[in-house]
């Protein structure tokens, strides 16, 4: 069983990923690994950290689709995490192997930016993070584009038919209930 969670930056997605990872007893893999191998390993194939997600799913698809088709040929259980998905690309996959394949996106299309950005100042100093040295201006412009990118999931994830976890507010009982889902204990 591949175990899919996507969606927008700081919704909480690698939470779920380690959580179901750990009570799953399974590997779990961020996208983002893959996505800055590309960037600096391999910069002449134009996928890069300074693109939209959107852009770096639609670049990354052919390359993520063969290698998660890969995992389910050989019944390899995983968490696969990150940002470089779309729904109305996952769900090719999902029609071909709808058995083999848990997903979930995340956003927070309500967000206020004032909260938000204090949440990412308090993580960020607990973690090695990669916002950790950028202005709030930035921070705010990185919000406010994920605010647009979340809205952009959620209406393709109810015309796909995937589950959306909105976690503008109630952020940890929002993930709380992603995980119960994707593992499979309830369903949405």
Known sequence: MLYIISGASRSGKTLIAKEVATQKRIPYL???WIMMGFTNG??????HDKLFPDEIARRLWSFLNAMMESMIHVETDCVIEGEALLPELIM???KE???KLRICF???THM???IKLKAIRKFSIKKNDWLADKSDEYIIDHIEKMIAHSKQIEISCKEQGISYFDTSERFLDTL???TKYIIGT???
Request: aromatic content about 8%; charged content about 35%; glycine content about 12%.
């Open 176 to 178: 709380e209930d992603a």
């Open 30 to 32: 961020s996208l983002d």
């Open 42 to 47: 391999i910069p002449e194939f134009g996928i």
């Open 186 to 188: 309830s369903e949405k």
């Open 97 to 99: 192997h709808p058995d």
């Open 112 to 114: 206020d930016i004032g």
């Open 92 to 94: 090719e996959l999902a």
């Open 106 to 108: 995340l956003g927070y």
